[in-house]
């Protein structure tokens, strides 16, 4: 079965402080790794598709990075703005048995303190 | 606004009421998505239409929900004797496929609470 894990739960920065956070995954075969930020009370928002190993997208101050195993969302002088929950899910391949859904982790929840 | 709309944003219901939730995705996209969360938790997958039709259901969609895209427009989720158990947020989310799959854009939520 598929499964997305991310660590750390939650995640409290200092204004310009910059960390990754991280997301392991298993799936029968990949299509795609997708990354979405979400305030709370609203929903997810859509930041990142990821499909090969190696690749890497950046949007801001932020930037996510694709292994075979695991994703990495960096997050570079992260300001308060920034703080919310990022989510990271996983669909796999339809010739593997996957099917369009999209498989989510809990989140990590980040909070940048000015 | 041309981003995915949900109504209502908030539902109290008693316990074994019925309810219904309505989601217009966005409108160049024939797939959409629902998915619940409950907190703490990522969004988990109901069921998803591509047009009018449904192509897929979670075993977590219980006989007591029922989903609905007529026209291949709009989209329903009807749950029927609402339990406790029900209480979440209920999540739309739309895409489009032509050939290859676009992400899927979600909307805010509708968040249900049964009493």
């Known amino acids: 079965e598929d499964q997305v894990t991310q660590s750390p739960e939650a995640l409290r920065l200092q204004e310009g402080e910059s960390s990754s956070l991280n997301c392991s995954y298993t799936?029968?075969?990949?299509?795609?790794l997708f990354w979405y930020r979400q305030d709370p009370g609203k929903g997810p928002e859509f930041l990142f598709t990821?499909?090969?190993a190696g690749e890497e997208k950046e949007k801001e101050r932020l930037k996510a990075t694709l292994t075979k195993k695991e994703s990495f969302l960096h997050i570079t002088a992260p300001k308060p703005e920034d703080s919310a929950t990022y989510l990271c899910?996983?669909?796999?391949?339809?010739?593997?048995?996957?099917?369009?859904?999209?498989?989510f982790g809990k989140g990590t929840k980040l909070t940048v303190n000015p | 606004d041309t981003g995915v709309s949900q109504d209502p944003r908030h539902k109290i219901t008693k316990r074994g009421q019925n309810v219904t939730f309505r989601c217009d995705p966005i409108?160049?996209?024939?797939?959409l998505y629902w998915y619940r969360q409950t907190l703490g938790q990522g969004p988990e997958f109901l069921t998803y239409?591509?047009?009018?039709?449904?192509?897929?259901k979670s075993r977590l969609l219980s006989d007591r929900f029922s989903a609905e895209r007529p026209k291949g427009s709009f989209s329903t989720l009807e749950i029927q004797r609402t339990e406790q158990g029900d209480s979440a947020m209920y999540l739309c989310?739309?895409?489009?496929?032509?050939?290859?799959?676009?992400?899927?854009?979600f909307g805010q939520g509708t968040r249900l609470t049964v009493v």
């Open positions: 989310a739309s895409s489009l496929f032509v050939r290859k799959n676009t992400e899927a854009f």
């Open positions: 409108s160049e996209h024939n797939r």
């Open positions: 899910a996983v669909q796999a391949t339809l010739t593997q048995g996957g099917s369009e859904k999209l498989v």
């Open positions: 799936v029968s075969g990949l299509r795609g």
């Open positions: 239409f591509q047009n009018e039709a449904q192509l897929e």
């Open positions: 990821l499909y090969s």
